[in-house]
T-cell receptor, first 107, second 117 residues
Framework: RKEVEQDPGPFNVPEGATVAFNCTYS??????FFWYRQDCRKEPKLLMS???SGNEDGRFTAQLNRASQYISLLIRDSKLSDSATYLC????????FGTGTRLQVFP | GAVVSQHPSRVICKSGTSVKIECRSL??????MFWYRQFPKQSLMLMAT?????????EQGVEKDKFLINHASLTLSTLTVTSAHPEDSSFYIC?????????????FGPGTRLTVL
């Protein structure tokens, strides 16, 4: 089993929609995770850290479910500019990336 | 957030030549930097962990003699692709770990697009 797994999508949603992505992890001892955003042909940029109590930043909410070993990213009121690939990143000494989930927001 | 630079941003070279890519942390000291490679429509794959003042740690399947890593200072790591071949064409991205006040965060450089003819 891969250390970090994501649904590659794509998720096609209209503007204003709420969309959620999940990411499963295999290492039950993991303490912290991250969501990165990557635009086409660009480097990943840190979107949010996810700690044990979760995290909320504006329209974005990240949650950690230890029992089921997954983290989620919820985007409310989607904007066209949210279109990107969202990468779930594992919590080891070195960052292990999921394959990413492609989000396309349409007008 | 912290800034990490990479140079060059794009390079085209002939098969058999060597290419050096620099990764710099501009406003923090990074004892650890990471080198990733990303092929089109694929995820980032960690190639190696670069530790200041010591040898790099390579991931399984990455040839250390082909991808030379040097981390001579707390703000600079270099990746040299030796005797490059067309299959080495890829997007190479470095990241630097910033210990920070609130815990480790990794910041990425803008990437280097390598094309080997």
């Amino acid at each position: 089993r891969k250390e970090v797994e994501q649904d590659p999508g794509p998720f096609n949603v209209p503007e204003g929609a709420t969309v959620a992505f999940n990411c499963t992890y295999s290492n039950s001892a993991s303490q912290s995770f991250f969501w990165y955003r990557q635009d086409c042909r660009k480097e990943p940029k840190l979107l949010m850290s996810v700690y044990s109590s979760g995290n909320e930043d504006g329209r974005f909410t990240a949650q950690l479910n230890r029992a089921s070993q997954y983290i989620s990213l919820l985007i409310r009121d989607s904007k066209l500019s949210d279109s990107a690939t969202y990468l779930c990143v594992g919590p080891t000494d070195k960052l292990i990336f999921g394959t990413g989930t492609r989000l396309q927001v349409f007008p | 957030g912290a800034v990490v630079s990479q140079h060059p941003s794009r390079v085209i070279c002939k098969s058999g030549t060597s290419v050096k890519i620099e990764c710099r942390s501009l406003d923090f000291q990074a004892t650890t930097m990471f080198w990733y490679r990303q092929f089109p429509k694929q995820s980032l794959m960690l190639m190696a962990t670069s530790n200041e003042g010591s040898k790099a740690t390579y991931e399984q399947g990455v040839e250390k003699d082909k991808f030379l890593i040097n981390h001579a200072s707390l703000t600079l790591s270099t990746l040299t692709v030796t005797s490059a071949h067309p299959e080495d064409s890829s997007f190479y991205i470095c990241s630097a770990r910033d210990p920070g006040v609130y815990g480790d965060t990794q910041y990425f450089g803008p990437g280097t697009r390598l094309t080997v003819l």
